[in-house]
């Protein structure tokens, strides 16, 4: 880009004879008006796909996988403060961060993402896709369900760190969710009342506003599906 801007300037000389000058006015990034600044930042940062996240086993760091992504495509948040708060609120408010299927493990990774992030990038978050959370029998007692611990950790995070989190995108496949997709004749009760259990933690994301339920190697039985669109939640085949 450049860093001047020539204007011309028209002069009547003492003979009345019209001419016209050059000069070289310079000019900075941010005296561009702020769509077309982050115009610019969409443009780098912003990829056509989910970015996949994960961490191996014992591991602290969050590792991502976005195929599609630029060459140093974050080197714009290394520029300077401001730059940095301006393409962070694109990089983390208009990319969808999936994270990988990590069954009974997800709240750890959601932890260590967000606090890898920090609590303010954590309130830019818009679009997330998780594992769709699992309701178990408490021990004991056959009538009595709760959410397991690992998800219900997950959704107290997403509660309270992910403030402006309007769409939450959870994968259904057969190691999660068998019953939904294959119920039993005595299982009607109990997937009412996981279906209930879910809502609730779901609905308590004050900032949510659309809920995608996604198959990934199975769908759910119809009148299950039926059930889930009852609360208001879209049902969406695999990638």
């Known amino acids: 880009m450049d860093s001047?801007?020539?204007?011309?300037?028209?002069?009547?000389?003492?003979?009345?004879?019209?001419?016209?000058?050059?000069?070289?006015?310079?000019?900075?990034?941010?005296?561009?008006?702020?769509?077309?600044?982050?115009?610019?930042?969409?443009?780098?940062?912003?990829?056509?796909?989910?970015?996949?996240?994960?961490?191996?086993?014992?591991?602290?760091?969050?590792?991502?996988?976005?195929?599609?992504?630029?060459?140093?495509?974050?080197?714009l948040l290394y520029t300077n403060r401001q730059v940095h708060d301006e393409a962070s609120a694109v990089l983390y408010g208009l990319n969808h961060f999936t994270f990988m299927d990590t069954t009974r493990h997800q709240g750890g990774l959601l932890q260590s993402f967000l606090g890898c992030i920090g609590s303010v990038n954590a309130g830019l978050l818009s679009h997330l896709c998780i594992n769709f959370p699992i309701v178990e029998t408490v021990e004991g007692q056959p009538g009595n369900f709760i959410l397991r611990e690992d998800d219900l950790h997950s959704l107290k995070l997403l509660q309270e760190k992910c403030t402006n989190l309007t769409t939450l995108e959870t994968l259904i496949h057969s190691r999660n969710s068998r019953r939904l997709i294959n119920p039993g004749h005595d299982d009607s009760q109990f997937i009412r009342e996981a279906l209930s259990q879910i809502d609730a933690q779901l609905k308590a994301i004050s900032s949510l506003n659309k809920i995608i339920v996604r198959s990934y190697d199975g769908t759910p039985n119809p009148w299950v599906m039926e059930l889930m669109q009852g609360l208001g939640w879209v049902i969406l085949p695999g990638r």
């Open 4 to 75: 001047k801007e020539r204007r011309k300037h028209t002069s009547i000389s003492p003979d009345g004879v019209l001419s016209q000058r050059t000069s070289s006015v310079p000019i900075s990034f941010f005296s561009l008006p702020g769509d077309i600044r982050n115009n610019i930042y969409r443009r780098v940062l912003v990829v056509g796909h989910p970015l996949f996240l994960f961490q191996d086993t014992g591991s602290t760091v969050v590792e991502t996988f976005a195929p599609d992504r630029p060459f140093r495509w974050l080197a």
